[in-house]
């Protein structure tokens, strides 16, 4: 039995899915829906969405934070962003980090550095380094 997935950014609809379970990254940790899932909202974080569809496929997309919604055997994810394995640049990513970083650890008191934002950044670049490295280890 399937249920329905609809993944969302704010640009786009990424796709509506059949799928038999997702695997999500929630405030507290890693968190699984399934069908006849009780209803529920709550926060998402930066990490690897995973879901297997009804043609058998497994799909996995980096999402870097945002909201789900379970109702009636549908699950609405709703992201600031939402990338696919090959659509991630990791030299960008990896830039990034760099750039995060460097506002952390800036020393010029002249230029006030916005902290929760620079943490936020570094979360998702490092969020996407890890995403590209859990699925070369599968081998995708």
């Known amino acids: 039995m399937f249920f329905k997935l609809n993944l969302c950014t704010p640009r786009a609809l990424i796709g509506s899915f059949s799928v038999s379970h997702i695997h999500t990254p929630a405030d507290g940790g890693y968190i699984g829906i ?9 926060r998402l974080r930066p990490g690897i969405l ?4 009804e043609k058998k496929e497994r799909k996995d997309y980096y999402v870097s934070g945002g909201l789900v919604q379970v109702a009636n ?3 609405d994810v709703l992201v600031e962003d939402a990338e696919s394995f090959s659509e991630i640049d990791r030299d960008r990513a990896e830039a990034a980090e760099k750039r995060a970083l460097e506002r952390l650890h800036r020393r010029d008191l002249t230029e006030p550095v ?3 934002r620079a943490l936020a950044a ?4 490092r969020s996407r380094i890890w995403f590209i490295e859990k699925l070369k280890e599968r081998k995708i």
């Open 114 to 116: 916005d902290i929760d």
């Open 122 to 125: 570094l979360e998702r670049a």
């Open 34 to 42: 399934g069908l006849n899932h009780a209803p529920f909202v709550t």
């Open 73 to 75: 055997n549908v699950a």
């Open 50 to 53: 995973g879901f297997n569809t």
